[in-house]
């Protein structure tokens, strides 16, 4: 695809948060200002006499406000990554000639639900690979652990199967395990298939099946990441966000016991209610889905999958039940009296139905 237009607030945001304009092949100290420091940037902006980021590039560096600097970003730092607009446009070109283009918080492209779920945490830009109308797809997340057995494949596969039917895309990290299999059944179904990895999208593009699956527009790839950086722990971390926020729902197949990526993304996903997180319930769930239902997953048995639901109404079925069970569990009491007793033994706690 090729490079969309970008506006002047793009620019910015592109040349203060990315690595985009700066040396090329630089993945760390050259990186920009990351989701928080650009937030605080924007948001002194906005209160500022500036009309938004691109007024900055209509007045000269001494004619900006004084007011809407951070302790990341003063007006010596902001001057000089602002005259890298040339490189900027240089290094944009040549990622779009390798199948790679951008989007920013302001640009119709970049994906909403992001922005809407994970506020703060919304990466100002993203690198992507694929189809731009993927990215405005309603989508359902899929993690756990990279040690699934087949028996959580086939789980996977079925639940895949219903989200692909009921006209939902599927989104998940590229890992291998749970993620590697949602997506695989997903591109089988038809997609679309969105995906989050935690390495560049340069290194993804390297692995002829992805490639191909991008060039048929079946898939798109999408990453704050440096485009060359290799995978590691604190960028994995890092995509699950983007993965329970993306979603719609986000189904966790497997995970580890109060340990883990799987388990660390659930909980703070359940902590600040990015979407609705389902977990796997059957006849053999994993004491990881079982403490994640205790902390607010909802539980889904993809051995009874209802014919008759559609995936909106499962939910909200499941949702209900779990209301109606906590209710139960719950139920206030009262006394009545007990013919013949004295006052100090009359009463007897009942439940209130």
Same mark, same amino acid.
């Given at each position: ?14 040349? @203060? ?75 944009? =070109?040549?990622?779009?000639?390798? *199948? ?28 992507? /690979? ?51 299999? &949602?997506?695989?059944?997903? @591109? ?6 969105? =995906?989050?990895? /935690? ?24 990453? %704050?990441?440096? %485009? ?7 960028? /994995? ?7 329970? *926020? ?8 497997? &995970?580890?016991?109060?340990?883990? *990526?799987?388990? #660390? ?57 779990? &209301? ?28 209130? #139905?």
């Amino acid at each position: 695809m090729e490079q969309p237009g970008l506006s002047r607030d793009s620019h910015v945001a592109l040349l @203060l948060a990315s690595h985009l304009g700066g040396e090329p092949d630089a993945e760390g100290s050259d990186s920009g200002l990351g989701p928080a420091g650009w937030q605080d940037l924007a948001s002194n902006v906005a209160d500022s006499s500036l009309n938004s980021p691109g007024s900055l590039l209509e007045l000269e560096p001494d004619e900006w406000p004084t007011d809407i600097w951070t302790s990341q970003a003063d007006r010596e730092w902001v001057t000089q990554r602002l005259g890298r607009s040339t490189r900027l446009a240089m290094t944009l =070109e040549d990622l779009n000639n390798r *199948g790679i283009w951008v989007t920013t918080l302001f640009e119709p492209s970049y994906p909403s639900r992001l922005v809407d779920n994970l506020d703060r945490k919304a990466p100002p830009f993203l690198y992507v /690979a694929g189809e731009e109308e993927h990215l405005k797809f309603t989508a359902v997340g899929f993690v756990g652990s990279r040690d699934a057995d087949e028996t959580d494949r086939g789980y996977t596969r079925q639940l895949v199967e219903k989200v692909i039917d009921d006209g939902f895309g599927v989104v998940s990290g590229g890992a291998k395990g749970i993620d590697e299999t &949602s997506e695989e059944i997903g @591109l089988e179904c038809g997609g679309p298939v969105i =995906e989050f990895p /935690a390495e560049g999208i340069h290194h993804c593009l390297q692995d002829g099946v992805i490639r191909d699956a991008v060039m048929k527009g079946q898939l798109t790839l999408a990453s %704050p990441y440096h %485009p060359r950086s290799s995978w590691n722990v604190g960028a /994995a971390m890092g995509r699950n966000k983007l993965i329970h *926020g993306f979603g719609k729902y986000t189904v966790v197949v497997r &995970s580890g016991d109060e340990t883990g *990526g799987t388990w #660390e993304g659930s909980i703070e996903n359940i902590q600040h209610g990015w979407s609705p997180l389902l977990v796997c319930s059957h006849d053999d769930t994993p004491p990881g889905n079982k403490a994640l239902i205790e902390e607010g997953g909802i539980p889904i048995d993809p051995t009874a999958i209802p014919e008759e639901y559609s995936l909106d109404e499962w939910v909200r079925a499941q949702r209900q039940s779990v &209301s109606d069970s906590a209710a139960e569990d719950d139920q206030p009491t009262h006394t009545v009296d007990k013919p013949g007793a004295s006052d100090d033994t009359q009463s007897s706690l009942i439940d209130f #139905e």
